[in-house]
């Protein structure tokens, strides 16, 4: 994906960061490779992910949050014109994002959009959508699908108005909201200051005692703010990789679309 300093204009603003979330090891891809650096189409996966960012914002404001491998990652970031910012211990998403704003510290911008680097589908005008719903008032925004099967991903519960009120993990959720077929894509947009407050209202009060990114949108809802929601014309954009059959559909996909 190439992008124009044009086109980059027409995304996301200097006022945006876009942090990439890319620590993780990839148990089950069972391979020593850090998983972001799996290849696809010729090239790791973050490099893809690099693009989208690239294509929202200038390369000063994207930040990688590395690892596990982190002595491979960073070059990746650095080669693009990126920053980075260590996670170690990994305890889970919601403190990558922690470390994130602890790197940005006084140079934060207004608002986050935080990537998975793992998620090399994504499209620039899809995140810009979301930059444009927290720049209009919302504390923040979230992607979503309506998927067939839903399977393991977490359900996305609305209020009345179509705000999202919260999201259940699939191992916690009801019969009845394991029929919800609207889930949570992992892709999200902050207003930076509320994020601050909602990061240190998270508790590791689960079995893997992480702090998670999806319990920020509870927090947020507690104290009355706004949390608006996106559905993905097209699911296919969500697809991320945890297995190599994963990276294995993912390459299909890509090829398919280039022939």
């Not at 000063?60 to 070059?75: D, F, K, Q, T």
């Not at 980075?84 to 207004?110: K, M, S, Y």
């Not at 930059?131 to 923040?140: F, K």
Request: charged letters at 25%; hydrophobic letters at 45%.
């Amino acid at each position: 994906m190439q992008t124009s300093s044009l086109s980059r204009r027409e995304m996301c603003s200097s006022r945006w960061e876009a942090v990439i979330l890319a620590a993780g090891k990839g148990t089950r891809m069972k391979s020593d490779l850090p998983k972001v650096l799996h290849p696809l189409a010729g090239r790791p996966l973050l490099d893809h992910v690099l693009d989208l960012a690239l294509a929202l914002v200038p390369p000063e404001h994207v930040l990688v949050v590395a690892g596990h491998g982190a002595e491979r990652v960073i070059p990746v970031a650095e080669e693009r014109g990126a920053r980075w910012a260590l996670q170690r211990p990994q305890r889970g998403t919601g403190d990558a994002v922690r470390v994130a704003l602890d790197a940005l510290g006084n140079a934060a911008p207004e608002h986050l959009a935080v990537l998975s680097g793992d998620v090399p589908l994504l499209q620039p005008a899809t995140v810009e959508a979301l930059c444009h719903t927290v720049e209009e008032g919302a504390a923040a925004a979230m992607l979503t699908a309506i998927l067939d099967d839903p399977a393991s991903y977490g359900r996305v519960l609305r209020t009345p108005s179509g705000d999202v009120a919260r999201i259940v993990e699939a191992r916690d959720a009801t019969p009845a909201e394991l029929a919800i077929r609207e889930v949570n894509a992992g892709v999200y947009a902050f207003e930076r200051t509320v994020l601050e407050g909602a990061l240190g209202g998270l508790r590791p009060d689960n079995d893997q005692q992480e702090y998670y990114l999806t319990d920020v949108i509870a927090v947020l809802r507690g104290r009355g703010l706004r949390v608006a929601a996106s559905v993905l014309e097209d699911p296919s954009e969500m697809l991320g990789v945890n297995t190599p059959a994963d990276l294995a559909h993912l390459e299909a996909l890509v090829a398919s679309r280039r022939g």
